[in-house]
């Protein structure tokens, strides 16, 4: 294209020299100066590598582990990852959906031991009341921190710290620091922790279900635009007339429940809710989300982001069990060296991006 001015109504164009004040180099038929792609591209590389990053080393991990470990790319040990992983895949769901929102919940772990001890406890009323409850409680207290986060403006990792310590000292208190077993009369609890379908783990279909449903939200329903909307700019969704706060609330309490699903699933697996059950898994769920290419800061991101980042984060900690030289506490330093290193790569992919726009 040729950037032309004309002298009168009705004259011949005057070709304006390339270089002019006030005119972009000029690519294409005339012999205009080339425009520069480099910077255009970098963005598009950078955004590329951001998104697309978390499944090229899951492809490298997978294709490095089936090399190097025999027993690794077998159905029983592949199963196994993701039987173990399943219940970390939900509470990870709920922190995709609070990320998202520009938000953090570090209470999901001790939400998580509040479930399964609720569950067991109601046990003995059968499968259908037990669960319910488990859900439930997950949901109040997820639900309680949004309420504190809107109503009493309060940062997120303020109210969801405070109610991380609450909610494990009530857990720890109310049991005396023992297992509740789960009753036997409650089987339907037992069979979402240990059973099978098609020889597929029933944690594991749970956890696939969850996700699928959390994409469809995500993706095409208002709620989910809302979602996104809110952890772009909350000012300015407040000024188009979306109702923030109620979509924090709702974030929150879907994040509160999906905790309490995976303790369900945990005390059916273990046969008890266990007070310290969950220990740690905010941290490890928060892990899953940004690896897999979610942004802290909100508005960029998704379910399928989550999916990549929990099975990356499970394959690495499998392959670091079948070398067997590693140990757990060694394990956790090379766990946290590579979350902040994908931190700092992220960072430095999402401003390299922005410069170059």
Known sequence: MEHQGQIGGSGPALAVPPGAAGTPPTHGAGGGVPVPRAPAFRSKAASMLQRQGAVVALIIVCIFGAIRYEPFATPENLLNVLR???????????????ILTGGIDLSVG?????????TAWLSPQGTAVALLGGLAAGAVLGALNGVLITRAGIQPFIVTLAMMIAARGAALGATDENSVHVDRAAKGIMWLGRGKVVGIPVPVLLAALAFLAGWVVLRYTRFGRYVYAAGDH?????????????????????????????GIVLAGRLGAGQPVAGNGWELDAIAAVVVGGTLLSGGQGGVGATVVGVLLLGIIFNLFNLEGTITPWWQGVLRGIFLLGVVVVQSRLQRRAAKAA
């Open 110 to 118: 001790s939400v998580l031991a509040v479930a399964g001890i609720t």
């Open 234 to 262: 909350q000012d300015a969704a407040r000024l188009l007339g979306l109702k923030v706060d109620r979509v924090l609330i709702a974030t929150y309490a879907i994040s509160g429940a999906l905790a309490g699903l995976a």
């Open 84 to 98: 173990q992983n399943s219940m970390l895949g939900l509470v990870a769901l709920g922190m995709t959906m609070v």
